[in-house]
């Protein structure tokens, strides 16, 4: 069966109102919302991530056009500092329902890892897949490094709140390991792309939602527990891995293939 006819059994997208939570260590307020539900905030959202990737001349990997109406964002997070102002954020689409719909695989179109990497969402599909686009933070706000912790976080919250299983981004490669941090894992087997253009290298990443605190840093992941007691999410109980000789463990498999 090709990757692309593979269904999924989620009846529907779940809905949320406007989640939040106040991250002790930037100092800034997070909410969790809607473009419908909240207008204004999801154009200074938008607006944010456009001055960003202008600067660093990524402009394209937002594809501003397509999603400004903000019809396939299903959630956006959006952190506002002390004045107010909107410093950081990023957007989630899905839960997807075929590998086709998911548009940042194209980068690998043509290229090694094309195959597995379809391989990989399609076999997740079934048990839901959301995945995180737009994320960034403001070049000059302080505590910048904070910010990004805390963003890598929200796209581990995602598909808490949504109700699925896996979380999704295709991220640049110096910055897996801040994505690690809150049990993201990057997919070893698919060779980067290079993605807007050949300064970067670009990885998929996956975060599971059943088991991302195996791989978080104990800080990261205190913070998250909190954050989600916040936002009124429960934290789901540790899937537990019985590794022995010649088994392969659900996390090497789940992750890298």
């Known amino acids: 069966m090709a990757v692309e006819t593979i269904a999924v059994d989620l009846v529907e997208t779940c809905s949320v109102p406007a989640l939040r939570f106040h991250d002790i260590v930037s100092g800034c307020d997070f909410t969790a919302t809607t473009p419908d539900a909240d207008p204004q905030l999801w154009d200074r959202y938008l607006q944010g991530a456009l001055d960003v990737y202008r600067h660093f001349r990524v402009e394209s990997a937002l594809e501003y056009d397509a999603v400004a109406d903000g019809r396939s964002t299903t959630l956006f997070f959006a952190a506002t500092d002390r004045n107010g102002a909107v410093v950081a954020g990023v957007r989630a689409q899905g839960p997807y ?9 194209a980068p690998w179109a043509g290229r090694p890892g094309e195959h597995e990497l379809r391989t990989m969402v399609a076999r997740r599909i079934p048990r839901g897949v959301v995945e995180s686009r737009g994320a ?14 805390a963003i890598s976080r929200c796209i581990a919250h995602t598909p808490r709140i949504l109700g699925v299983r896996y979380g999704f981004a295709t991220v640049a490669s ?45 800080l990261q992941y205190l913070l998250m527990c909190d954050e989600l007691r916040d936002m009124g999410v429960a934290d789901g109980a540790l899937e537990r891995v019985r590794r022995g000789p010649g088994r392969r463990s659900e996390s090497r498999f789940g992750y890298g293939r």
């Open 97 to 105: 329902l075929r590998t086709s719909d998911v548009g940042s695989l």
């Open 136 to 149: 960034w933070v403001a070049r000059d706000v302080p505590g910048r490094r904070e910010l990004g912790a």
């Open 174 to 218: 110096f910055t897996t390991g801040r994505h690690r941090g809150s049990g993201g894992v990057a997919a070893d087997l698919i060779p980067p792309v290079p993605y807007p253009d050949d300064r970067y290298q670009t990885v998929p990443i996956w975060w599971d939602s059943r088991m991302y605190r195996m791989f978080a840093d104990r």
